[in-house]
């Protein structure tokens, strides 16, 4: 089993009873609180009409980020290329990238992030997105590349910077494309187990070696729900499964505090369903989490694995997180 990095997504998760400014000032304390634990980069996702969810304008929320931690990566796990226009997004990113150099990811999806109907409010022509994609993504490579400077259209900031490129799936379909533009390649099993293990094998065997990437670079996210005893995490992790029987049942509203029994709120198929989309769901204490995390490994070998912890106590999330890096800690000394 090869080392690995861990990392945090940041859905910034509007909790009940909270502002949104809450929300930020939780994101931030996160920020600064696993940068001290030595994790690798903190990515935020786009996201669009839900109220559970406030990382909709995700490059400025980055830069919030950025602006308040020293070290960390930060960047966008992801922001979804076919919402906006190609040079916008360099412009942005390589305004993040002066303000913070070397610390800037573009992390890059294709899914629309919100419900059909927003998506058109977003602009989006799903008839084109599978063709639009692989040509947004070479349209930002080129804005970001010195040699854009003789053209007629450029993007500054950005022109010339190094800002990391990365794909995200949820499927197998940008496993082709990540391998085929030798990119590093982030999965969704947070959300989108089922074709995780297809995807990564596509990529690999696919791989084609880039000028931005000589070998595979594999993220793999996942949830994560750790407490200092086992029972205690099962119980906090109720959270998660409420928001996803919410997603279930198309109701967007904020994230709901831990319930001692969900079987008082889901029926048996919604809780069949959540459980199959929860698959790589690490819930328990820290010797709990080692052992799941080294099962994960020796069965994907990633090299970076990405945690997304909706626990609704501010406090308990930001334990959850020193017990992954524990748990790694150890993993990598074994």
Same mark, same amino acid.
């Given at each position: ?11 910034? %998760?509007?909790?009940?009873d ?14 600064? +609180? ?9 990515w935020?996702?786009? +996201? +669009? ?7 909709? &304008? ?20 992801g922001?979804?290329? %076919? ?8 412009? /942005? ?18 899914? %629309? ?24 993504i ?16 450029? &993007? ?5 910077? =190094? ?31 089922? /074709? ?8 690999r ?28 995490? +099962? ?7 409420q ?13 709901? %505090? ?5 079987? =008082? ?18 819930i328990g ?9 080294? =099962? ?39």
């Open positions: 089993m090869k080392n690995f990095e861990i990392s945090v997504l940041d859905l910034a %998760p509007v909790k009940q909270k502002s949104i400014h809450d929300t930020f000032q939780d994101s931030l304390s996160l920020a600064n +609180h696993t940068e001290n634990l030595d994790y690798k980069r903190f935020l996702a786009e +996201h +669009h009409n839900m109220e559970s969810i406030a990382s909709s &304008a995700t490059s400025v929320l980055i830069g919030f980020i950025a602006n308040g931690t020293k070290k960390i990566r930060v960047g966008s796990g922001i979804m290329l %076919p919402n906006h226009s190609s040079l916008v997004i360099a412009e /942005q990113f390589g305004t993040l990238e002066s303000l913070f150099p070397g610390r800037i990811d573009l992390g890059l999806g294709r899914a %629309p992030g919100t419900d059909g109907l927003t998506a058109q409010a977003l602009g989006r022509n799903p008839a084109i997105i599978n063709e639009q994609f692989p040509r947004q070479l349209e930002l490579q080129r804005y970001f590349s010195k040699e854009n400077a003789d053209a007629m259209v450029r &993007a500054i900031p950005g022109e010339g910077l =190094d800002v990391p490129l990365y794909i995200l799936g949820s499927s197998t379909d940008s496993a082709w494309l990540a391998a085929e533009l030798g990119l590093p390649y982030a999965f969704a099993g947070h959300f989108a187990p089922e /074709q995780m293990e297809m995807a990564f094998k596509i990529y065997e696919n791989f084609e070696p880039s000028k931005y990437s000589d070998k595979p670079y594999i993220i793999a996210c996942v949830n994560g729900v750790a407490a200092d005893t086992s029972e205690e995490a +099962h119980k906090i992790s109720t959270t998660l499964f928001a996803f029987i919410n997603i279930v049942r198309n109701d967007r509203k904020p994230f709901a %505090p831990p319930v001692d029994d969900m079987d =008082d709120i889901w029926s048996p198929m919604e809780k069949s369903m959540v459980l199959q989309k929860l698959r790589y769901t690490f204490d820290r010797a709990e989490i080692q052992e799941k995390l080294k =099962d994960f490994q020796e069965k994907f070998n990633v090299d970076e694995v990405m945690i997304n912890s909706h626990i609704y106590d501010h406090q308990k999330r930001l334990r959850s997180y020193e017990i992954f890096r524990e748990a790694a800690n150890s993993l990598s000394k074994a």
